[in-house]
């Protein structure tokens, strides 16, 4: 390959890459460790700041919902400004949350701090699957979509032993200060390279080499574009396969270890190890899911994936009764539930592949951030269900959904194999 090869036409990764692919994890995996930080934390809080259990449930989702927001401001951001510089204002961004919330003086400041740092965390994932969509080869993009998505069960691993284990030593507020570490990756960020598909697309938009339609629509409004007649069939079918996806994730996360410890009676369920043991099986499912979904379709894996989800959840569900007398087999569908959550793998790499260069990171970011903040509404709406249904209803929802998602995939194009180039819509993948 010459020097003016782009980066996604090398047929093997090479140390450029690894540069690339570590940026991007280590911003998702920051992010979402900072995103969950505080849910392992809500006991001292609440000691502090003597909030009831409705006012720790809306802190708790301010971040989340935060998130929502910062995927539109950073997704705009990732398009103008580049992926690399978009994902360094994120860092910061999340990095002045967690010291602000170390020095909160009340829960009001502390609520404040956390949707900065739900801004920041907004902004990690979309530019860095991005830049990994755009410079790795169409054959592997999808294992190494998965590789830097495997950041959020790291995160909220870290989230968990920190939180269980050492906070209750070191305290809440020493915690959130530790929490700025990421900042030192600022000091290096010029050492990661920026996408060359993206400078490549911005020059030719200056320089008016771009097609004309191309060029008219990379002026307009990044949501206008998003909208817009070309786009907005496929922005729509996206969103709500997320919203499904992520509805089925978060549902399971808040009610699997209360209803287990409440309803169930299983005692290690209020400890850091349930999470421990789902983030085992996400690590499992997240790395895996890129290699099938390369091999068999973005399609095919993710439904059966879904599946792997709703078969974890029976089994706490449907099939207690069977195995009550077996805590280990309730950890055990914990392990089957995470490797389900690999679907997670899917969007960077699948989403990549479904919209043009003009628009790329705003969708990602978009879609996936609008898509977490409306789970700010989570929390409130369990408490809902659980009056009514009980704890169980909520693991039931989440079952539903991930079948929803399930099924829903289908409505969206076949993408694997798909080429990516600067001035035009991602070519055709290998599958219809």
Same mark, same amino acid.
């Given at each position: 390959?010459?020097?003016?090869?782009?980066?996604?036409?090398?047929?093997?990764?090479?140390?450029?890459?690894?540069?690339?692919?570590?940026?991007?994890?280590?911003?998702?995996?920051?992010?979402?460790y900072?995103?969950?930080?505080?849910?392992?934390?809500?006991?001292?809080?609440?000691a502090?700041?003597g909030l009831?259990?409705?006012?720790?449930?809306?802190m708790?989702?301010?971040?989340?919902?935060?998130?929502?927001?910062?995927?539109?401001?950073?997704?705009?951001?990732s398009?103008?400004w580049?992926?690399?510089?978009s994902?360094?204002?994120?860092?910061?961004?999340?990095?002045?949350?967690?010291?602000?919330?170390?020095?909160?003086?009340?829960?009001?400041?502390?609520?404040?701090a956390?949707?900065?740092?739900?801004?920041?965390?907004?902004?990690t994932?979309?530019?860095?699957?991005?830049?990994?969509?755009?410079?790795?080869?169409?054959?592997r993009?999808?294992?190494?979509g998965?590789?830097?998505?495997?950041?959020?069960?790291?995160?909220?691993?870290?989230?968990?032993?920190i939180?269980?284990?050492?906070?209750p030593v070191?305290?809440?507020?020493?915690?959130?200060?530790?929490?700025v570490?990421?900042?030192?990756?600022?000091f290096?960020?010029?050492?990661f390279?920026?996408?060359?598909?993206?400078?490549?697309?911005?020059?030719?938009?200056?320089?008016?080499?771009?097609?004309?339609?191309?060029r008219?629509?990379a002026?307009?409004?990044?949501l206008?574009?998003?909208?817009?007649?070309d786009?907005?069939?496929?922005f729509?079918?996206?969103?709500?396969?997320?919203?499904?996806?992520?509805?089925a994730?978060?549902?399971?996360?808040?009610?699997?270890?209360?209803?287990?410890?409440?309803?169930?009676g299983?005692?290690?369920?209020g400890?850091?190890?349930w999470?421990?043991t789902?983030?085992?099986?996400?690590?499992?499912?997240?790395?895996?899911?890129?290699?099938?979904s390369d091999a068999?379709g973005?399609?095919r894996?993710f439904?059966?994936?879904?599946?792997?989800?709703?078969?974890?959840?029976?089994v706490?569900?449907?099939?207690?009764?069977?195995?009550?007398?077996?805590?280990a087999?309730? =950890?055990?569908?914990?392990f089957? $539930? !995470?490797? *389900?959550? %690999?679907?997670?793998?899917?969007?960077? +790499?699948? @989403?990549?592949? /479904?919209?043009?260069?003009?628009?790329?990171?705003?969708?990602?970011?978009?879609?996936?951030?609008?898509?977490?903040?409306?789970?700010?509404l989570?929390?409130? =709406?369990i408490?809902?269900?659980? $009056? !009514?249904? *009980?704890? %169980?209803?909520?693991?039931?929802?989440? +079952?539903? @959904?991930?079948? /929803?998602a399930?099924?829903?995939v289908?409505?969206?194009?076949?993408?694997?194999?798909?080429?990516?180039?600067?001035?035009?819509?991602?070519?055709?993948?290998?599958?219809?």
């Open positions: 390959m010459n020097a003016t090869t782009r980066l996604n036409e090398h047929l093997h990764p090479g140390a450029v890459h690894r540069r690339v692919l570590l940026l991007a994890w280590g911003a998702w995996f920051t992010g979402f900072t995103l969950m930080l505080l849910s392992f934390l809500l006991p001292q809080v609440q502090e700041f009831s259990e409705r006012e720790l449930a809306w708790t989702g301010i971040a989340v919902g935060a998130s929502g927001a910062g995927g539109v401001l950073f997704g705009w951001m398009d103008r580049g992926r690399r510089a994902l360094g204002v994120a860092i910061a961004a999340f990095s002045l949350g967690n010291l602000l919330a170390a020095a909160s003086p009340s829960s009001l400041a502390l609520i404040l956390r949707a900065l740092a739900g801004l920041g965390v907004g902004g994932w979309g530019a860095g699957q991005a830049m990994i969509g755009e410079t790795f080869p169409p054959a993009r999808g294992r190494y998965a590789v830097a998505q495997s950041g959020a069960p790291c995160g909220l691993g870290t989230a968990a032993a939180g269980s284990f050492v906070a070191i305290g809440w507020r020493t915690t959130f200060l530790l929490s570490a990421p900042v030192v990756a600022l290096f960020l010029r050492a390279p920026e996408s060359d598909l993206w400078l490549e697309h911005r020059r030719r938009l200056r320089d008016g080499t771009l097609a004309r339609a191309e008219e629509a002026r307009r409004p990044i206008a574009q998003l909208v817009g007649r786009l907005r069939g496929r729509a079918g996206a969103f709500l396969l997320t919203i499904l996806n992520m509805s994730y978060w549902f399971a996360v808040i009610w699997l270890p209360r209803y287990l410890q409440v309803q169930r299983l005692s290690i369920f400890s850091g190890w999470t421990l789902f983030v085992a099986g996400s690590l499992l499912g997240y790395l895996t899911f890129g290699a099938v068999i973005r399609r894996a439904t059966l994936y879904c599946a792997i989800t709703a078969a974890g959840l029976a706490v569900t449907i099939f207690w009764e069977a195995f009550q007398t077996e805590p087999v309730a =950890l055990g569908s914990l089957v $539930a !995470g490797v *389900g959550t %690999g679907t997670w793998s899917c969007f960077g +790499a699948y @989403f990549t592949e /479904l919209f043009p260069t003009r628009v790329r990171g705003a969708a990602l970011a978009v879609i996936m951030n609008a898509s977490r903040g409306a789970q700010f989570a929390p409130p =709406l408490a809902v269900v659980g $009056a !009514g249904w *009980g704890l %169980g209803g909520g693991v039931a929802l989440a +079952a539903g @959904f991930a079948a /929803l399930g099924i829903w289908w409505t969206l194009p076949e993408t694997r194999g798909t080429r990516i180039e600067a001035g035009a819509e991602p070519a055709a993948g290998v599958e219809p």
